[in-house]
């Protein structure tokens, strides 16, 4: 599966969920599409997803992710980028060149209003879940591999006037 098919993918699942702004939803009804097809399929949406994990591996939107979320550490980075991968490609690609283009997305803004964390941690295991469910037996734990580039940005993210000046519209949405 490519990235072509997965983005295809989640778009087919997100169309079957009444309300997209939760990724467990989505990625529920992902993995139950995933799991029609075959095993050498679903092994390859594995690599397919940890691929965009590693092309959203950023310091720019970790420092969203860390604005968003009151703090993000290294595997709510992941689960961030599990929610992020779960509202579909033209948001994911969007966020991914300019992350302050969350403060314009309506599921952000409700969960700045109540305070709600965005994360989808299910989104990591959605072909694990298929591939149990397809065959009765675990994904290779060789499937895939893990790659993550260097972070660009080096600073603390605790330095509010950096992140103000990096996210003005996030950071003036959060009250950072």
């Known amino acids: 599966m490519n990235k072509e098919q997965f983005w295809m993918l989640i778009e087919k699942?997100?169309?079957?969920?009444?309300?997209?702004?939760?990724?467990?939803?989505i990625t529920g009804c992902a993995s139950a599409l995933l799991a029609r097809r075959s095993a050498q399929e679903i092994t390859a949406a594995q690599q397919t997803l940890w691929d965009l994990m590693a092309d959203s591996?950023?310091?720019?939107?970790?420092?969203?992710?860390?604005?968003?979320?009151?703090?993000?550490s290294d595997d709510g980075f992941d689960y961030f980028r599990g929610w992020l991968i779960a509202q579909g490609r033209t948001t994911f690609e969007r966020v991914l060149a300019d992350p302050d283009t969350l403060a314009e997305l309506p599921g952000v803004l409700t969960a700045a209003a109540e305070g709600i964390d965005l994360d989808c941690e299910d989104m990591l295991s959605i072909a694990w879940s298929a591939h149990q469910k397809a065959t009765g037996q675990e994904l290779p734990a060789d499937a895939f591999t893990i790659r993550y580039p260097d972070p660009a940005w080096n600073f603390n993210f605790d330095d509010r006037e950096e992140m103000a000046r990096r996210l003005p519209a996030l950071t003036a949405l959060y009250s950072y």
Do not use: I, K, M
């Open 13 to 25: 699942a997100r169309e079957h969920v009444p309300d997209t702004r939760d990724g467990s939803d």
């Open 57 to 72: 591996y950023q310091n720019p939107l970790w420092a969203a992710a860390y604005v968003v979320n009151g703090g993000c």
